[in-house]
């Protein structure tokens, strides 16, 4: 059975022109990608976003725009679900309260997710997984050019 996937995503970036990336061990696999995850039947696609930083990165978040929504075909790395994501620029309403980490997939012990920031500029296709990821930062890279 084939059946869509709905990912929402969130690219939060700080004021030293970083964005938060998260570094993940699931389903026998290292990733890493943007905050976020699959929204849920019944759940709108902010709902979702919101739910997700409270889960992974227990903070509040404001959406503040739309950024992408992919415009391709894409399989999921996990099922046969045909993936579809969309990227919202988000903003914490608190300062957030994550043991920050420098190096990949850098977990504390008993977890297999933790979080880093990358300035923008030195941001590659290669820092993500997902196809959808690393077109999403190409686009970041064009819109974020001059700063």
């Not at 979702?48 to 725009?65: D, H």
């Not at 399989?75 to 990949?104: A, E, I, M, R, W």
């Amino acid at each position: 059975m084939s059946y869509f996937n709905v990912r929402v995503y969130g690219l939060l970036i700080n004021q030293d022109q970083e964005i938060l990336l998260s570094d993940e061990f699931a389903v026998e696999r290292y990733f890493t990608k943007f905050p976020g995850g699959g929204v849920e039947f019944g759940e709108g696609l902010i709902d979702a976003l919101k739910r997700e930083f409270i889960e992974e990165c227990n903070a509040e978040i404001e959406v503040v725009s739309h950024f992408y929504t992919t415009d391709f075909y894409e399989k999921s790395s996990f099922n046969d679900s045909q993936v579809l994501s969309v990227y919202y620029l988000v903003k914490p309403v608190k300062p957030l309260q994550l043991n920050f980490k420098c190096k990949v997939f850098d977990f504390d012990e008993g977890t297999s997710q933790c979080f880093r920031w990358k300035k923008i500029a030195d941001l590659t296709e290669d820092d993500v997984t997902f196809k959808t990821d690393k077109i999403t930062i190409k686009l970041l890279k064009e819109a974020y050019h001059n700063d």
